[in-house]
């Protein structure tokens, strides 16, 4: 499952040394909580904040100059993000914006990384997550070309399931349409459209308005 898709960094991605920074408060930070589709920072912008994750999903996108909207990462719970003010320019290249209801600490990125200039062990675990994301980054390209849309379409669903709840019934509901999902898989809405409806045949799930119900989850995980 994660050779098909790794867009999503999770918690478990990020060492606990640095998830300490923010839970224990060593720099100064604030929590701030945003609605579904605002808008943390636009492309091209200076942006001197970095963030780590509470709850949520947080989208990095940019758009084509055919106004064509392609996603390049998912950032869950216990995700750090903001690594800009790295880059020679300062400026953000992507957008963000929250897909579900987010609630993250914000600190200024200078403080961040005097902080961890200053802490070897914390240098350390930041400098190994750098490397990770740019690893998983280079994976994704590779999974783009070797996997059909219904295989990364199951991963994806299977990594979805670990955000939402299960219901009595055992059932998880995933909250996003086929558009968002085909935005997170990369592949076109029709391609989507038949994956889901294979699935729905084989009572792996069951389509909703603008949401959909996985109801077999072991057998989904199975086809990945």
Not at 45 to 70: A, M, Q
Not at 105 to 122: G, R
Not at 165 to 182: D, M, R, S
Request: hydrophobic share 40%; net charge neutral; proline share 4%.
């Amino acid at each position: 499952m994660a050779k098909i898709m790794k867009q999503f960094l999770k918690g478990n991605d990020l060492s606990l040394s640095i998830q300490a920074i923010f839970k224990n408060e060593l720099i100064p930070c604030t929590v701030r909580h945003l609605p579904k589709g605002e808008i943390l920072w636009h492309d091209k912008e200076p942006h001197l904040y970095s963030y780590f994750i509470i709850n949520g999903i947080i989208k990095l996108h940019v758009v084509t100059k055919e106004g064509r909207e392609k996603a390049l990462f998912y950032y869950t719970n216990s995700s750090l993000l903001g690594f800009q003010n790295l880059a020679k320019e300062k400026r953000t290249i992507t957008t963000a914006t929250a897909i579900l209801p987010t609630s993250l600490y914000a600190c200024e990125f200078s403080l961040l990384y005097t902080f961890v200039m200053n802490n070897p062990e914390y240098f350390a675990a930041f400098t190994s997550y750098i490397f990770h994301h740019m690893a998983v980054e280079a994976e994704e390209i590779v999974n783009i070309s070797l996997y059909n849309t219904a295989e990364r379409l199951a991963a994806l669903l299977v990594l979805l399931a670990e955000e939402f709840p299960q219901n009595e019934q055992g059932y998880i509901e995933i909250p996003f349409n086929n558009e968002e999902l085909a935005t997170m898989v990369g592949a076109c809405r029709n391609s989507v459209f038949n994956a889901l409806s294979v699935f729905q045949k084989q009572n792996l799930i069951h389509k909703g308005r603008g949401r959909l119900t996985i109801t077999d989850l072991p057998r989904l995980k199975e086809y990945v």
